[in-house]
């Protein structure tokens, strides 16, 4: 069985306080209940404070570019659908400059755990607005406030009728360890957008702030109504829903690729005697 | 200055230069066959289909078969051709000249007439273009009328004007014949009977009506192959065990990703049409790092977006395969004509400083072998590797009597199952002698794969460290780099071996320059030297091919673009400076006749 001693990874450069160190320790433990190991899974991740995640545990890692780490979790999952393919961004990288490949990979229904650090605000570049930051947020580079309205992942998820939607909160790591690991057994594309506290350049959106809003849905509430979905995706403000939002059973993407009905592309071995058959067809 | 046997083509002017000396031999049956037909009308009229079936009737006689195509971006309406050229010979490039013109529009009459030959026949059905001509080189046939007669329908009036190109070529009908058997096994006897009819009908009405016909067929030979440049890279592809295609369409890369879609039941591949080429290219390097060969491609507006992808590349040492099949830019450009201008965008886009292999094959053959090597290389050196195609290439098709499939390589480099398993600790970017380490398949042992688009450790953790700085870039490229450079070919040198005159090319224009030396070397010492492998440039140790230039008179670097990107590539890397340059950049490609006036101009 693996300990939480087998993910340690380098020591992170977050700041103190930074609501990331919930979400790695919450992972960590997560990954030690459901029994993987690191070699077990990979972790593709873009550019940001949220993408250095997999560097601060042990994982396979392909940390790559600012906005496209979707692509390539998708390449992965495809050549390679018994590796558990994980996705780790930011607001920024995820919903701003990578937000096409969010929608076609919902559209795709590719096997992608995809975590999102939504913390409203772009963290590493020091302090600019974000697709989720607030209406009327100053930065120094929003010095009117932020004029754009708030991208809702959650609704614009629900509306593409993505197969697992939730929202998890860095300071409630016990309900997040639970949603991590309802991602991780869910068969499909799944979102969680996991709102992190950045205590370096939010002010606004703060751990106070978070608390005073955040409510757990209850037992009640029946996660497979896709118009009750999305009118609790729409909640934001006052209360803020924490929990599994929607989630449906489509077909995921591999399992409709005939090529990988028996056995993942990696393992087929390439046939080259068929090449001279091939040829033939050039006559 | 030796050269090897291996780089001087074998070449056939000789051969050519007995027989017109020695009128003993029976050059004009085997020889002298060299016509050019061009099917012109609009989009959506089927010249697509006369000219393949012509192609293929061709090539399975066992003639030599070169076609080219001019189309604009549109599907139905314009004016669109196809152009077949067929002869006892070797043919690599389009003439102006042409031979046989199927006037399927009234366009197709205006532009071409000026172009025919001495014994030059237009065939049109006066009906269907509602004008008559009366000039002896006009020969009215009423596809239409016939296709109804014979075949019960008038969407055979293609099946007959095929027909009557081959009766005026005093073609038998055998072998189009069978081509329809096959062509429509499934839709019945009746379908097929019907078509046969109409082919014959054509055939038969050009035979009796054509009599001012001179035309004279070779003997026919084995069949030959009939490949077109695209295809033979999705061919390369396949055959080198490619796994992975991802790509956004755009003319004129589509026809790779068609090929090889065409393939991924029969072999084995994922091809994923992306949202877009930045999701493209970084799908292929997830399917890399994950441990199959992949491939991406696209022309320069889609290319432009693979940029970063491209450094992404570099920086993670993932192995890819990215086809750049040129069209004229900026900007969306002529999204369906034809360029070489995209050289240096190959060459110098991305940030950084990275080991990076071009090639431009000349012709489908090189294009199905470099692509090959194209996967060696980038899978032993995990470097991305470009290769450029053009509209030209792309679409044009060329008969071969074969590829030597015996010369295909394929070497897994990755460490898969138990050699991976087997090690006491593995460190994705471990320092090593060549600079390479090898790529482990994640997920087969214990050990993680780590990369990083960052600077990063052995291990592939993010560092920004001095020594780990500078230590990865010189394993990335100093180590690298002379490795690669050793496994470039060196041009292949046409002609004399010894020459005054040299004509230097790069990519598609091989044919055009190659029969341009032909038609020069009666009276000129002339050779062609043709750049394949392009960069890193060859070193000169196999063939001196920069002494070669020095040892000439003229020297002249013929490019399709309006730059000479080519010659100021070869000024910036070797220090050489040609003596002329030779610039088109209307989008169209050069025929023989055009070159050669060129070349002769500028020669005198
Ligand atoms: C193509 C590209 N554009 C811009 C950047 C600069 N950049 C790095 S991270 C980042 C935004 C970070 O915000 P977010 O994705 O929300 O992550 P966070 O740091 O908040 O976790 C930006 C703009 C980059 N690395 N690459
Ligand atoms: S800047 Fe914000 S998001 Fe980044 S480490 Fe600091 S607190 Fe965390
Ligand atoms: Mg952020």
Redesign the pocket.
Known sequence: MPSLDDFSGLKPAWCPGCG?FGILKTFKDAAVELGLEPHQFTIVS??????KFPHYLKCNTFNG???RSLPVATGITLANHSMLVIDV??????Y??GGNHLMHTIRRNVNIKLFV???Q?????KG?A?PTSMEGMVTKNQPFGVLSEQFNPMAFAVALDCSFVARGFAGDQEHLKMLIKEAVNHKGFTLVDIL?P?VSFNKVNTYEWYRQRVYKLGADYNSENRIAAFEKALEWGDKIPIGIIYRNNRLDFEERIPVIKDEPLVRQPFDISKVEKTLKEFY | MLLPKSIILINYISFRMQCEMNPAKNCDIINFMDYSIKIGGEAGQGIQTIGDTLSLVFSRSGYHVFTHQDYESRIRGGHNYYQVRVSGNPVMAPKEAIDIIVALDAKSIELDTPKLTGIGQIIYDSSALKQRHDGAQFLDIPFTALALEHGGSKIMANTVATGAVLGMLGIGLDVLLGIIKDTFKKKGEEIIKANSSAAMAGHDYAVKQCIKCAFSAAVEGKPKMLIAGNDAIGFGAVASGCKFYSAYPMTPATSIMLYVASKAKEYGIIVEQAEDEIAAINMALGASFAGVRAMTGSSGGGFALMV?GLSLAAMTETPLVIALAQRPGPATGLPTKTEQADLNFALYTSHGEFPRVIFAPGTPEQAFFLTNKAFELSEKYQIPVLILTDQYLADSQWTFDGFDLTKLKYNDYRLRGEAFSSLAEYKRHAFTESGVTPMAVPGDAKHVVVTDSDEHDEEGHLTEDIDLTLKMADKRLFKKMPQIRAEMEPPALYGNANPDIVLVGWGSTCGVIKETVDALSKTKNIAMLHFSEIYPLPSTKKFNYLGLLKNAKTTICIELNATSQFARLLRTEAGYTFNRLVNKYDGRPFTVEELTGEINALIG
Do not use: F, K, P
Request: contains cysteine; charged residues 15%.
């Open positions: 990331n873009g550019i940001g404070q949220a993408a570019l600012h906005g961004a930011g607001d920024g990288d995820c701003g400059e650090h939504d913390n605000i772009y963290g590493l570049t600019q974000s992190q950045c | 970063e």
